[in-house]
């Protein structure tokens, strides 16, 4: 296929761009929770388990776009 | 979505019996036999095998009750366990050397159809969980800080077990794509590396979808 140079760079700004929000997210709610198991350390259970389910969260948009490139790759 | 599965099996010309099929049905029959297992040697004083189960339900009745507190857990803990129960144990069969590199044997959660099929079972059991709890309140809900916000919560409660579905699908399959590729570029170690990430990922998604199921029960269910 003629459009398959095309396809290539759509898959991989699809991950590239996908990724940037969710890892800058990502940075900040670790730095938090870090500062909040600093200050009470007694609360790290808890903390922990949020932390893990909230970053989860965010992880899914990245794999969004790791579908969507997938995707497109299977087109080429 | 474009996804194709190579059919092995046709029953009765019409079921189309693919790899990930074979899969659920060797996890089905594990998950059949530790049930039998323990449920016939069942005792006063648990011995190791039963020790060890206990704990494990003991921890998954913590884990619904801390969100949905402990009568309503309680209510409806078979439906979620299970569900946490078959999602762990078919996102962990993608580790077993083998699984997904031949066409017979497939991690069933590394399909679409299979997550969006728990989706729709996700779906369903909402509604009918709502409606059981009280009329009233579940149609309500869809109107309830304004009227307008109608189209909006209808989209939403589509969106849900859709976004469950995609996040469950996406996470397995690109696991097991990115372990595939790493096996092409070096055969021995290399794979090591993501798998011992996905011992963690594998884990979290079944506890993930398992949350945000029991936290959307806990909305249609509020009092």
């Known amino acids: 296929m003629e459009n398959s140079g095309i396809i290539a760079i759509a898959a991989a700004m699809a991950i590239a761009i ?21 200050r009470q350390p007694d609360a790290a259970k ?10 989860a969260l965010m992880e899914a948009l990245t794999i969004y776009g790791l579908l969507i490139g997938f995707m497109l790759i299977s087109k080429i | ?58 921890y998954l009745d913590n884990f619904f009750g801390d969100t949905l507190g402990k009568k309503k857990s309680r209510k409806y803990f078979t439906f979620l366990a299970t569900l946490f129960i078959f999602i762990i144990f078919s996102n962990y069969s993608g580790l077993f050397p083998g699984m997904g590199m031949t066409e ?22 909402l509604q009918i969980a709502g409606l059981r709890h009280s009329v009233k309140h579940y149609f309500k809900r869809f109107v309830s800080p304004m009227f307008f916000m109608l189209p909006l919560l209808l989209l939403d409660e ?19 794509t990115v372990t595939e590729e790493l096996y092409h570029i070096l055969p021995i170690g290399a794979p090591a590396v993501m798998m011992i990430l996905s011992l963690l990922f ?19 269910t509020e009092e």
């Open chain 1, 18 to 38: 996908s990724t940037l929000g969710p890892s800058i997210a990502q940075g900040l709610t670790a730095k938090s929770a870090m500062e909040s198991i600093a």
């Open chain 1, 46 to 55: 808890d903390i922990r388990s949020t932390l893990i389910i909230s970053l």
């Open chain 2, 158 to 176: 589509i969106i849900k077990p859709a976004s469950l579905a995609l996040r469950l699908y996406g996470n397995i399959f690109g696991e097991e």
């Open chain 2, 1 to 58: 979505m474009g996804e194709k599965s190579k059919v092995i099996i046709e029953l009765f010309g019409f079921l189309d019996v693919t790899g990930e099929v074979i899969g659920m049905w060797i996890i089905l029959g594990i998950i059949t036999l530790i049930s039998l297992i323990v449920r016939l040697t069942l005792k006063e004083k648990p011995g190791k095998f039963q020790n060890i189960i206990e704990t494990g339900i003991e």
């Open chain 2, 104 to 125: 017979f044997v497939k991690a069933p959660t590394s399909s679409l159809s299979v997550t969006a099929g728990l989706g729709i079972v996700t779906f369903v059991f």
């Open chain 2, 202 to 220: 594998c884990a979290l998604q079944a506890v993930v979808f398992t949350m945000l199921v029991s936290i959307y029960l806990d909305e249609v």
